[in-house]
C-alpha cells in the first residue's frame, strides 16, 4: 500500500516587508539580504493572525466534505504554540468542523514537528488504510527587531493530508535520521523571541544533512543521480545550499550537479518571499518545487531534508504519483502571495511589538483588513476567540 500526501494547503498572512527597506532602515547592504541571505520579503503577521489560525486557513483551502468524513487524526507541529498545555490542534479542529471521533494533539521539536507528524501519520495510515490524517505545520518566526536573525522572520503554515494512496506524492520506506542535544536555536518558556547562535546553527545543519545522507545512502544504495530535486527545510533560501553543495561537488556528476541546483532554486521560490515558517518552510519549498517546476514527472523521487534545532535533522523520499498536478492549487497560491499588502519598516516595528492582555481583560481585534477567512477576533477570561467567517462559528464567545 501507498501512503503519502494527498493534499497540501498553504497560508500566510496578508502583510509584508520588503527585505531591501529594511536592510536600508538597518544600515546593511540590501544584497546582503537579498543574495548574502536569500530573501526578497518577509511575512508579518498581524495580532489576529496567530498559529492556529493560519494553520487553520491553510486546511481550510483544501479540504472537503469526505476528507472531513475520513479524518480521524490531526496533528499540529509548531513552536509558536498559544498554551503550554491545550494543544492547537484542538482549536483547528472545532473551526474546520472535522468529525468528533478524532485524536488531536500537538507535537514540538523545533522546525521538525511536522515532520515527525507525518512519520506518525504514516504508521496510523498503516494500521488504518480508510483513515485520512491531517499534518500541520504552522508557525511565527520572531528573533526580535534590530537582531541578527531578523532578516529570517516569516510566518505561515502548510496543511498536508496524508493518505493511503496519495493523489500527490508517496513516501517510500526508507528514512535516515539523526538526534543530538546541542543548543543552536532555543526559546525558553517566558521569551517571546528566539535566541539563537547563528553560525553554530548553519554549521549544525550542514553537518547533520551530511550525517543523514550518508546514512540513507548506506540503506538504500541509491546516489544523486536517482534525484530529480531535493527540498530541504528554509530557514532562510541560501541555507539548503549551504548543505546540497559539498554533496553535490564531492558526489554528483556534472548533469546532476546541474539538474539538481536548478531545481533547488525553483524549490525556493515561495519561501524567498515569506521567509521562514519553522515546521512549514521543508514543505513550503515542496510546494514551490511541486507547483512551479512545469518540467518534473511522474515516477520521480523527491529527497525531503527536515532540520529542527535542538537537534533533529531527517531525510526521506517520496515518489511523484501520475496526475499529481491536477490535485495542486497553483493559482490560489499565487494569489494569495501577489494580493498582500507592504508595510513600511515603522508599521511593521509597531506591528510586530502589539501584544494580547495576559491579566484576562477582554480586548476585542479590528479585524478590518484581515481577509483571511478564519482569525483572531480577540481574548476574554484568559481564552481566544476565534471566528470561522464561512461558518460564522465562533470559539467561546
Ligand atoms: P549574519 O551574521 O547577519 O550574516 O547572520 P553573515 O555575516 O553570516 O552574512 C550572511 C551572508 O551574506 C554571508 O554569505 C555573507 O557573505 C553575505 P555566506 O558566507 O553565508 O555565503 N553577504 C553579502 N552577500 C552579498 N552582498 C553583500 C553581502 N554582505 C554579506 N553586500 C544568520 C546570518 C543566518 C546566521 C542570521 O540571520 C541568523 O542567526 N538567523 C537565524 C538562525 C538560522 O536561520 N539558522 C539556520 C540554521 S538552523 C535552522 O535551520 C533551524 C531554524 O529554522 C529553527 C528551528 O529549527 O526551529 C532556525
Given at each position: ?31 546582503k539580504?537579498?543574495i ?50 491545550k ?16 485524536r ?18 504514516k ?15 504552522s ?43 546541542i ?24 553537518q ?5 545522507w ?16 531535493i ?8 541555507m ?44 513550503l ?16 523521487r ?15 523520499t ?7 498536478r ?8 499565487m494569489?494569495l ?35 483571511a ?25
Open positions: 500500500m501507498k501512503i503519502g500526501i494527498d493534499k497540501i494547503g498553504f497560508y500566510t498572512p496578508h502583510l509584508y516587508v520588503d527585505m531591501k527597506k529594511l536592510a536600508v532602515a538597518r544600515e546593511i547592504e540590501p544584497e539580504f537579498t548574502g541571505i536569500g530573501q526578497e520579503k518577509m511575512a508579518l503577521a498581524p495580532l489576529t493572525q496567530d498559529a492556529v489560525t493560519l494553520a487553520a486557513n491553510a486546511a481550510l483551502n483544501i479540504l472537503d466534505e469526505k476528507d472531513k468524513e475520513k479524518i480521524d487524526l490531526v496533528i499540529f507541529g509548531t513552536e509558536s504554540g498559544i498554551d503550554h498545555s494543544a492547537a490542534a484542538i482549536y483547528v479542529h472545532h473551526l474546520l468542523g472535522l468529525r468528533s471521533e478524532a488531536a494533539f500537538e507535537i514540538k521539536q523545533a522546525c521538525y514537528g511536522a515532520t515527525a507528524g507525518i512519520q506518525m501519520a504508521g496510523h495510515i498503516a494500521l488504518n488504510p480508510e483513515s485520512k490524517v491531517l499534518v500541520l505545520g508557525d511565527i518566526s520572531r528573533y526580535g527587531l534590530n537582531t541578527s536573525g531578523e532578516a529570517t522572520q516569516g510566518a505561515g503554515a502548510v496543511a498536508l493530508v496524508i493518505s493511503a494512496e496519495p493523489s500527490i506524492l508517496a513516501f517510500e520506506e526508507q528514512s535516515a535520521y539523526v538526534t543530538a542535544d543548543m543552536d536555536f532555543w526559546r525558553p518558556i517566558y521569551s517571546e523571541a528566539a535566541f539563537v547562535d547563528g553560525k553554530f546553527s548553519n554549521e549544525q545543519y550542514i547533520f544533512f551530511a550525517t543523514a550518508a546514512q540513507y545512502k548506506a540503506k538504500t544504495n541509491l546516489a544523486l543521480k536517482d534525484f530529480e530535486a527540498c530541504f527545510h528554509l530557514p532562510y533560501t541560501k539548503g545550499l549551504k548543505a546540497l553543495k559539498p554533496v553535490l561537488l564531492e558526489e554528483g556528476s556534472a548533469a546532476d550537479q546541474e539538474r539538481l541546483l536548478a531545481n533547488y532554486q525553483v524549490s525556493t521560490g515561495y519561501n524567498r518571499v515569506v521567509g521562514n515558517i519553522y515546521t512549514g518552510s521543508l514543505y519549498s515542496l510546494l514551490s518545487l511541486l507547483e512551479q517546476q512545469e518540467d518534473l514527472a511522474d515516477g520521480e523527491i529527497g525531503l531534508f527536515s532540520y529542527g534545532s535542538g537537534a533533529v535533522g531527517e531525510f526521506f517520496g515518489i511523484l504519483q501520475p496526475g499529481f491536477s490535485h495542486l492549487n497553483v493559482v490560489q497560491h494569489d502571495l501577489s494580493s498582500r499588502a507592504e508595510v513600511s519598516v515603522a508599521e511593521y516595528e509597531a506591528i510586530f511589538q502589539q501584544t494580547l492582555p495576559i491579566d484576562g481583560t477582554t480586548v476585542e481585534l479590528d479585524n478590518t483588513n484581515d481577509p477567512e478564519i482569525y483572531l477576533a480577540g481574548m476574554t477570561n484568559n481564552m481566544r476567540q476565534y471566528i470561522n467567517k464561512q461558518t460564522e462559528d465562533s470559539i467561546y464567545s
